[in-house]
């Protein structure tokens, strides 16, 4: 009777350890997704690069691009992002773009800026979303709240004793 009611009470501790861990995990999944704050870059054009050259992104996450030009106008193109924009000298232009998928994608200059002109090329880097660390985080505990639990209910009750035959 007595060993029932430290058994009870032990799977009642198991379960709402797990419990505990599962409401932990949905939580930080929905409450911190992948596309956390938005990304800000300030991108300068000048003849005849874009300063800075590569600029890296994440997948599904806003990234606000703030273009200022050194020189002479010049133009921002960048591959499958929609972006066609003039810098003019003086101007600041600002264009939010949200990667949808990974991949490099090329930053031309699309305004006649001078002899190297069709060299004046940049480059997205978009990268694949990793998953949220605390997704992680609360899966790994849950898999090792679960395997101790397991483990210690075998250890205190071996097969039989649950029956009371000790
Ligand atoms: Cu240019």
Known sequence: MKEETVMNAHTWMKGSTVLFTIVLLAVAYITVPPA?????????????????GRITAV????LTLIFRTADVAHGVYIDGHG???VVEPGEEVVVTIVPAMAGKFKI?????????HP??????VVEEQGLNPLFLGSLASLII????????????????SRDGET
């Open 36 to 52: 956390m704050a938005e990304a800000r870059v300030e991108v300068v054009a000048g003849q005849f690069e874009f300063t800075p």
């Open 59 to 62: 997948a599904g996450r806003p």
């Open 83 to 85: 972006v066609d924009v």
């Open 108 to 116: 031309r200059c699309s305004v006649t800026c001078g002899p190297l």
């Open 119 to 124: 060299f004046m090329v940049g480059e997205l």
């Open 145 to 160: 709240v679960g395997i101790g639990a397991t483990a210690y209910a075998i250890r205190r009750y071996p097969r039989g």
